[in-house]
């Protein structure tokens, strides 16, 4: 049984955000809406801070595990004892998963299946050429990634102040904006000095881009709909945000995408799903 997953990770993100806002106090400052929520942002950074404390200063050591085959049991050993590896077999994120959460309710398909180092094996035989870990279980919703997705939350916490403290469009608009492109800069700049952006281990490059992405995204509809007046043009987006958890439960159970792949060309196999995997997954 997996433990964790992505409604999991939004709840711890979301509780997070929430005791933030209930228990730690604010000043009033008018105009001031940084200042106002100083707290929310040391917790912010204190969050960080143990995340990239673990990922890098944690040390790693050989580990193995098991993949049960229809007529065997396989055994594999990862070579690691490393600190600061981001890789797929010796970062610390899956080493506190193994431990605290168990190999066995961890996330069991392979995640970097569709790196060059494991691409094409077989699940019933790996070649001894291919790495071990290609078949190792990895929970990409794990506990040291919630860490920072729960940063997001609060970072998203601040848009809504904005929006709240503030009537004006235009100073909506400029507050949203010196949140934004400030947090996309430092992204960029840790991501090309050498903090990946690796959504499996949610790093902090990552997680300032997509922040700083969702910001800009969200200043961009603003105009489009509550300057613009462009509400009609956006019904889709607004129907797809109404019922999100909807969909999102159509698509993790398969419901959607068997009902896309009952339209196809001529032959069952020519349908959108298989041409987008095909395309652009398996490439």
């Known amino acids: 049984m997996r433990w964790l997953g992505i409604l999991q990770r939004i709840a711890v993100g979301y509780i997070t955000a929430a005791l933030c806002e209930i228990w730690l106090p604010r000043r009033r400052i008018k105009r001031s809406i940084f200042s106002n929520y100083i707290w929310q942002w040391c917790v912010a950074f204190y969050l960080c801070a143990v995340h990239t404390w673990l990922l890098y200063g944690l040390y790693?050591?050989?580990?193995?595990?098991?993949?049960?085959?229809?007529?065997?049991?396989?055994?594999?050993?990862?070579?690691?004892?490393?600190?600061?590896d981001l890789g797929p077999a010796c970062n610390s994120a899956g080493?506190?998963?193994?431990?605290?959460?168990?190999?066995?309710?961890?996330?069991?398909?392979?995640?970097?299946?569709?790196?060059?180092?494991?691409?094409?094996?077989?699940?019933?035989?790996?070649?001894?050429?291919?790495?071990?870990?290609?078949?190792?279980?990895?929970?990409?919703?794990?506990?040291?990634?919630?860490?920072?997705?729960?940063?997001?939350?609060?970072?998203?916490?601040?848009?809504?102040?904005?929006?709240?403290?503030?009537?004006?469009?235009?100073?909506?608009?400029?507050?949203?904006?010196?949140?934004?492109?400030?947090?996309?800069?430092?992204?960029?700049?840790?991501?090309?000095?050498?903090?990946?952006?690796?959504?499996?281990?949610?790093?902090?490059?990552?997680?300032?881009?997509?922040?700083?992405?969702?910001?800009?995204?969200?200043?961009?509809?603003y105009v489009l709909v509550d300057i613009c007046g462009w509400r009609r043009l956006m019904f889709v987006l607004e129907w797809m945000g109404k019922h999100s958890l909807g969909i999102f439960i159509l698509i993790i159970s398969n419901v959607a995408v068997i009902l896309i792949q009952g339209f196809y060309w001529r032959d069952p196999h020519n349908n959108i799903v298989r041409w987008i995997v095909t395309r652009y997954v398996h490439k």
């Open 60 to 84: 790693v050591p050989d580990w193995e595990f098991t993949v049960s085959r229809t007529i065997e049991l396989s055994i594999y050993k990862v070579k690691c004892s490393v600190r600061g």
């Open 95 to 221: 080493l506190i998963d193994r431990y605290i959460l168990g190999v066995d309710h961890l996330y069991t398909k392979p995640v970097y299946r569709n790196l060059k180092e494991c691409k094409g094996f077989n699940d019933d035989k790996i070649p001894q050429s291919f790495p071990s870990w290609c078949h190792a279980p990895f929970e990409p919703e794990g506990i040291l990634g919630s860490v920072t997705a729960a940063v997001a939350c609060i970072i998203g916490l601040q848009y809504g102040h904005i929006l709240v403290q503030f009537q004006d469009h235009k100073e909506r608009l400029y507050n949203w904006s010196i949140l934004s492109f400030p947090l996309l800069f430092l992204g960029l700049f840790l991501a090309v000095t050498g903090v990946p952006l690796n959504k499996s281990l949610y790093t902090i490059s990552y997680l300032l881009v997509t922040s700083a992405a969702a910001g800009i995204t969200f200043c961009l509809l």
